[in-house]
């Protein structure tokens, strides 16, 4: 059974600073990894979709990375801003079985940027 | 820009009564979804829906819960019975591709309170 992990579960940092989330799976026969942006009591706001061919998509100041074989993902996010602030989750759909679309998520990691 | 919308935002019921959740995904996906979040757990997966049939459902959608897609644009999530247990933010998901390979796009959810 897939599990996925996400790490730190909290951070806490500074207006400007670079940070890392991390995130793993348990089985690396994925299709992709998404991730996505959650604010408090919304819905959730994808981010990047990386494939499993893949080894890296940006967007802005997002930087997403995936090892698919040692079972990771990192989510890199440049300058920080106040409005980073939220809870990142990160979700992968499973290449086994007949998976459609069925994503499989982390609990996430809860950002705190402050000014 | 293309959005997935449900309504109600919010709905209270008693415990025993139905529900009805409804979603207008984007207009050019062909594939559904409805994953629900009970307060502080992780996002999980229901039912997927593709040419007007579930594709997978998990062992969470059982015979109290269907879906339909009554017309060209709507996509319900019915709840039979509701119990106490139900109670969580319920999202609508789409996606283009099928396969896992497409990006899923989520509603803002509806939360269910059964009291």
């Known amino acids: 059974k897939q599990e996925v992990t996400q790490i730190p579960a909290a951070l806490s940092v500074p207006e400007g600073e670079n940070l890392v989330l991390n995130c793993s799976f348990t089985d690396s026969a994925i299709y992709n990894l998404q991730w996505f942006r959650q604010d408090p009591g919304k819905g959730l706001t994808s981010l990047l979709l990386i494939q499993s061919s893949q080894r890296e998509q940006t967007s802005g100041r997002l930087n997403a990375s995936l090892d698919k074989s040692s079972g990771r993902s990192t989510l890199y996010i440049a300058a920080s801003q106040p409005g980073d602030s939220a809870t990142y989750l990160c979700?992968?759909?499973?290449?086994?079985?007949?998976?459609?679309?069925?994503?499989?998520f982390g609990q996430g990691t809860i950002l705190t940027v402050h000014p | 820009e293309p959005e997935v919308t449900q309504t109600p935002s919010h709905q209270v019921t008693q415990m025993g009564q139905e529900v009805i959740l409804r979603c207008v995904p984007i207009?050019?996906?062909?594939?559904f979804y409805w994953y629900r979040q009970i307060l502080g757990q992780k996002v999980e997966f229901l039912v997927s829906?593709?040419?007007?049939?579930?594709?997978?459902k998990s062992e969470i959608f059982d015979d109290q819960f269907s879906v339909e897609r009554p017309d060209g644009s709507n996509f319900t999530l019915k709840i039979r019975s509701t119990k106490l247990e139900d109670s969580a933010m319920y999202f609508c998901a789409s996606s283009e591709l099928g396969q896992g390979a497409g990006e899923l796009f989520f509603g803002e959810g509806s939360r269910l309170t059964v009291l």
């Open positions: 829906f593709y040419n007007n049939e579930i594709s997978e």
């Open positions: 979700a992968v759909t499973y290449a086994g079985g007949t998976s459609y679309g069925k994503l499989t």
């Open positions: 207009s050019n996906h062909l594939y």
